[in-house]
């Protein structure tokens, strides 16, 4: 298929408005691989007839899906991990022995950047697989200056080598590596760090995990202050195992997004509403970690904070390769509607990676499609372990 042409025959989730923004019997015209016009097929100008046209069977079609958090690059596996949380250890209880971030530190360490590639490579086409066109990549399993650097290289061949958009994050405020000081880390490792992967052309955003186990917001504020200094927007795990006021901080600094949020209170979805920034909904880490704290969706909705969903893909809270799954956990864990959902794997994820030509089927906008073998887009939420998808579009290109 070339990059121009005419979708006919399909309702179109267009994500425009509220809901799902559905128009029955669309068309969708395609010009040089972004999105020309869009609406009822009996409204479609003259000028878009002569395209090559493709009847779509009256399946649905969406804007391509965005997974706007992943840990996608690293080395090695917790499986044991997930046995020590079977038998009854905690999140705290298994980073403080040893595991957690810090083992896949050590995994990630000893791999070459092939290595790490070819790994990435398959989990990314697993994601590719399931109607995904945008990915969030972060780093965080380095912890030192070469491999955070590598990490973030590897994130960039990816969309060389695969028809998919990666958006990387810096994320060297993760853990602190065994026996160091995390003032010391942050300021002698983590901070030169970010300096060393944005002269490189390596950063589109910086992020941190703010937690009893990691960093306080204190030290999450200076890497902030370095990240806007370099000109680069931030985004925070914040309010994941408890509150720390990470959520505030994020809307301080006027972040992408707050990301976990499940302690997040009304005064922080008030703080979030304020600074614009996305509220981001990772329910395979809950569903992972056993946890009972859900975010506080009614007060999201109530203060009219944008909410999305993403995998937050990783090896040890969350191993979950499914953004749709995530979708249909966003509904059963945390009280979405099916709508909202979309939403938050559309344009509200788009939002969170601050883009601005993707996660809507309007004009304008890259030509990212995913047809789907369904008539309802509420059926995108509702069935669980079926991957519907007809035809992936990535720039007007299968």
């Given at each position: 298929?070339?990059?121009?042409?005419?979708?006919?025959?399909?309702?179109?989730?267009?994500?425009?408005?509220?809901?799902?923004?559905?128009?029955?019997?669309?068309?969708?015209?395609?010009?040089?691989?972004?999105?020309?016009?869009?609406?009822?097929?009996?409204?479609?100008?003259g000028?878009?007839?002569?395209?090559?046209?493709?009847?779509?069977?009256?399946?649905?079609?969406?804007?391509?899906?965005?997974?706007c958090?992943?840990?996608?690059?690293?080395?090695?596996?917790?499986?044991?991990?997930?046995?020590?949380?079977?038998?009854?250890?905690?999140?705290?209880?298994?980073?403080?022995?040893?595991?957690?971030?810090?083992?896949?530190?050590?995994?990630?360490?000893?791999?070459?950047?092939?290595?790490?590639?070819?790994?990435?490579?398959?989990?990314?086409?697993?994601l590719?697989?399931?109607?995904?066109?945008?990915?969030?990549?972060?780093?965080?399993?380095?912890?030192?200056?070469?491999?955070?650097?590598?990490?973030?290289?590897v994130a960039?061949?990816?969309?060389?080598?695969r028809?998919?958009?990666v958006?990387?994050?810096?994320?060297?405020?993760?853990?602190?590596?065994?026996?160091?000081?995390?003032?010391?880390?942050?300021?002698?490792?983590?901070?030169?760090?970010?300096?060393?992967?944005?002269?490189?052309?390596?950063?589109?955003?910086v992020?941190?995990?703010?937690?009893?186990?990691?960093?306080?917001?204190?030290?999450i504020?200076?890497?902030?202050?370095?990240?806007?200094?370099?000109?680069?927007?931030?985004?925070?795990?914040?309010?994941?195992?408890?509150?720390?006021?990470?959520?505030?901080?994020?809307?301080?600094?006027?972040?992408?997004?707050?990301?976990h949020?499940?302690?997040?209170?009304?005064?922080?979805?008030?703080?979030?509403?304020?600074?614009?920034?996305?509220?981001?909904?990772?329910?395979?880490?809950?569903?992972?970690?056993?946890?009972?704290?859900?975010?506080?969706?009614?007060?999201?909705?109530?203060?009219?904070?944008?909410?999305?969903?993403?995998?937050?893909?990783?090896?040890?809270?969350?191993?979950?390769?499914?953004?749709l799954?995530?979708?249909?956990?966003?509904?059963?864990?945390?009280?979405?509607?099916?709508?909202?959902?979309?939403?938050?794997?559309?344009?509200?994820?788009?939002?969170?990676?601050?883009?601005?030509d993707?996660?809507?089927?309007?004009?304008g906008?890259?030509?990212?499609?995913?047809?789907?073998?369904?008539?309802?887009?509420?059926?995108?939420?509702?069935?669980?372990?079926?991957?519907?998808?007809?035809?992936?579009?990535?720039?007007?290109?299968?």
């Amino acid at each position: 298929m070339s990059d121009s042409f005419l979708l006919t025959n399909t309702t179109a989730a267009t994500m425009r408005g509220e809901g799902y923004g559905l128009i029955e019997d669309a068309a969708i015209a395609v010009k040089d691989g972004r999105i020309a016009w869009t609406g009822p097929a009996a409204d479609l100008p003259g000028q878009y007839a002569a395209l090559p046209t493709r009847d779509l069977g009256g399946r649905l079609t969406t804007p391509g899906l965005i997974d706007c958090h992943t840990h996608l690059v690293f080395g090695g596996n917790r499986a044991r991990e997930f046995e020590m949380r079977l038998e009854g250890a905690s999140y705290e209880q298994i980073a403080r022995a040893g595991g957690g971030i810090v083992s896949t530190v050590t995994a990630t360490r000893a791999a070459s950047e092939d290595e790490l590639l070819q790994t990435a490579l398959c989990r990314a086409d697993t994601l590719i697989a399931g109607g995904v066109t945008t990915v969030e990549i972060k780093s965080g399993y380095g912890l030192d200056r070469d491999t955070e650097l590598r990490m973030l290289r590897v994130a960039r061949r990816i969309a060389d080598l695969r028809p998919i958009r990666v958006k990387t994050t810096f994320l060297g405020a993760h853990a602190t590596p065994k026996g160091t000081d995390p003032d010391a880390y942050i300021d002698d490792t983590c901070i030169p760090a970010l300096k060393a992967a944005h002269a490189e052309g390596l950063v589109d955003a910086v992020d941190g995990f703010c937690e009893g186990i990691a960093f306080t917001p204190a030290q999450i504020a200076r890497v902030f202050d370095v990240a806007r200094d370099l000109g680069l927007p931030v985004k925070l795990h914040a309010e994941q195992l408890s509150s720390l006021g990470g959520t505030r901080l994020a809307a301080h600094y006027d972040a992408l997004s707050a990301d976990h949020v499940e302690y997040a209170t009304e005064e922080d979805a008030a703080a979030l509403a304020a600074s614009g920034s996305v509220a981001v909904l990772l329910p395979g880490a809950f569903y992972t970690l056993h946890e009972t704290q859900k975010p506080p969706v009614a007060a999201f909705r109530q203060h009219g904070v944008p909410m999305a969903l993403a995998t937050d893909w990783n090896p040890g809270s969350s191993p979950l390769g499914s953004l749709l799954l995530a979708m249909n956990m966003g509904c059963t864990l945390f009280g979405l509607t099916p709508a909202e959902a979309l939403a938050g794997t559309t344009k509200n994820a788009a939002r969170a990676l601050g883009l601005t030509d993707c996660g809507a089927i309007a004009p304008g906008n890259r030509a990212d499609l995913a047809v789907w073998d369904v008539s309802d887009p509420a059926e995108l939420s509702y069935t669980i372990g079926i991957t519907p998808l007809h035809q992936r579009l990535f720039g007007g290109r299968a």
